[in-house]
């Protein structure tokens, strides 16, 4: 554990231990620290009642710990709010201490549909921003990432929730949405919850993988990184698309080689030169430098890579043993690199001057001259906590 000017961070390292593939977000359920507000649609039009129950308590049945506790930041704080023509905050998130209070109350308070026709969800979700402003007033988890889960019926104006789910969105809040209903409007129920969701995070109540899809939302919602760091993603293009363990801080300012990678390991706990096991990581920093405005071409910046004993290396966090680059399959040095030298002993991604939309690793004297640089770290997530504000 560290503790100091970064904040607290709890360290696994940003590669797979055994092979040459970027780290994947932890995904360990029982160590889950989210807070969760479930938006519940009630009234009269729901009548999978008791399904919506028993999926909301299976997402929580690997052992994720409900409420607080003063020895352990790994917890999950669950709210429920209720809705159909009006809508009740039946807790907030300091109410549930433990799974067995959260499964009293929802075996209570979602045990039967309303006698209520009407159905506004803008209603339940006013409710839920009433529960995030008064913990954020309080100064409550400011560093945990909020989820919205709603479960919905067509209801009535349903598209009058647009605009305030585009709000929450914007603030950096993750709604997952959940059809309730199996009738003939399915179809245009979906086709709102879609607009309403965080990305691909909309289903229905009849998917037979609905728990685990809600899990692995809450996965990827809690993988993210520190304030100034980009986390790496299988598409640059798509934002939606899924997330790795992998964050990257791109250095407008130059230094050499080993003043870079110095920065790297003082920006954040084990952060260290970015290495390059596979092109779509390659690829995905070079498009984060071309959409910045604080980078100009010709693009050129240190990455990890490093010359000794015979063989080229990747960077790790200090105290982890170096990678031989020979033993991964994907390579990119440019041609007639490496130079064979006692000096150039370090690795520089230059823009190719054959090919211009493209960048090719060199490798150059420790000493020379100064460039762009690039850090990784792994990111916040069930295997890492992070103290620090969110993003």
């Known amino acids: 554990m560290f503790v100091g000017l970064f904040g607290m961070f709890l360290f696994a390292e940003s590669a797979d231990p055994i092979t040459y593939l970027d780290r994947h977000c932890g995904a360990d359920l029982s160590k889950l620290w989210l807070d969760v507000i479930f938006v519940v649609d009630n009234s009269r039009a729901v009548t999978c009642m008791d399904r919506v129950r028993k999926s909301i308590l299976k997402i929580f049945n690997n052992g994720t710990i409900i409420g607080t506790s003063e020895d352990n930041p790994r917890t999950t704080r669950i709210s429920l709010v209720t809705y159909n023509k009006y809508a009740e905050i039946i ?5 549930f201490e433990s799974f067995d209070d959260f499964n009293k109350s929802i075996s209570i308070n979602l045990a039967n549909s ?3 026709d009407e159905s506004y969800l803008i209603k339940g979700l006013e409710s839920a921003t009433v529960v995030l402003e008064k913990s954020s007033l309080a100064g409550e988890r ?6 919205i889960v709603i479960y919905a019926s067509l209801g009535d104006d349903i598209l009058l929730a647009i605009p305030l789910a585009d709000r929450l969105k914007a603030d950096g809040i993750t709604i997952i949405a959940v059809a309730e209903t199996s009738g003939t409007d399915t179809g245009k129920l979906d086709f709102w919850l879609d607009l309403i969701s965080s990305g691909s995070m909309s289903f229905t109540i009849q998917d037979e993988k609905l728990v685990q899809e809600i899990q692995d939302s809450f ?3 809690n993988c993210f990184c520190p304030n100034g760091w980009v986390q790496l993603r299988t598409s640059f293009s798509d934002m939606h698309s899924y997330r790795y363990g992998i964050c990257l801080s791109l250095s407008p300012l130059t230094a050499i080689w080993r003043a870079a990678r110095l920065s790297c390991r003082n920006q954040w706990r084990n952060g260290y030169l970015v290495n390059e096991y596979e ?16 980078f100009r071409s010709p693009y050129t910046y240190y990455i990890g890579l490093t010359y000794s004993t015979g063989s080229w290396y990747w960077d790790q966090p200090e105290g982890s043993s170096l990678r031989k680059v020979d033993n991964q399959q994907w390579k990119n040095w440019n041609p007639g690199y490496p130079i064979p030298s006692s000096t150039q002993t370090i690795g520089v991604n230059v823009q190719n001057v054959t090919d211009e939309s493209e960048t090719g690793w060199q490798n150059e ?10 850090c990784e770290v792994a ?3 069930t295997d890492n906590y992070c103290e620090t504000e969110n993003n």
């Open 114 to 116: 309303s006698t209520l």
């Open 379 to 381: 990111s916040c997530d």
């Open 219 to 221: 996965l990827q919602t």
């Open 142 to 147: 400011l560093n945990y990432k909020k989820v």
């Open 365 to 374: 004297n420790a000493m020379g001259e100064a460039h762009y640089y690039v």
């Open 91 to 95: 807790a907030d998130l300091n109410q």
């Open 279 to 294: 092109a779509n990581k390659h690829n995905y920093v070079l498009e984060s430098l071309r959409n910045s405005s604080l």
